[in-house]
């Protein structure tokens, strides 16, 4: 695969991949790897949350506190 980059993103690329002692591949791959699972992350609170408001609509009340901890907990 051919990305084109500006001289600059390219040059940040490098200095940061050997900072860390990997290759721009390597940093690349990474990089993705994180989006995907914060990706995942957010899906997955965004539909606990939903989860809750319905629950919320159903009348099934939660104590906020316990709820906000369980959310912080799943995404930390």
């Known amino acids: 695969m051919t ?3 500006s001289r600059e ?3 940040q690329l490098q200095e940061t991949a050997r ?3 990997i290759s721009v591949g390597q940093y ?3 990089l993705v790897s994180e989006k995907s699972l914060r990706d995942r992350q957010i899906s997955d609170s965004r539909s606990a949350i ?3 408001v319905a629950a919320l ?4 009340v939660v104590d906020g506190e316990e ?6 907990a799943e995404v930390a």
Do not use: H, N, T
Not at 57 to 60: E, F, L, P, Q, V
């Open 50 to 52: 939903a989860e809750r």
């Open 67 to 72: 709820v906000m901890a369980r959310l912080i």
């Open 57 to 60: 609509g159903a009348g099934d």
């Open 3 to 5: 990305i084109e980059l």
């Open 19 to 21: 900072a860390r002692g």
């Open 9 to 11: 993103a390219e040059a």
């Open 28 to 30: 690349l791959e990474g």
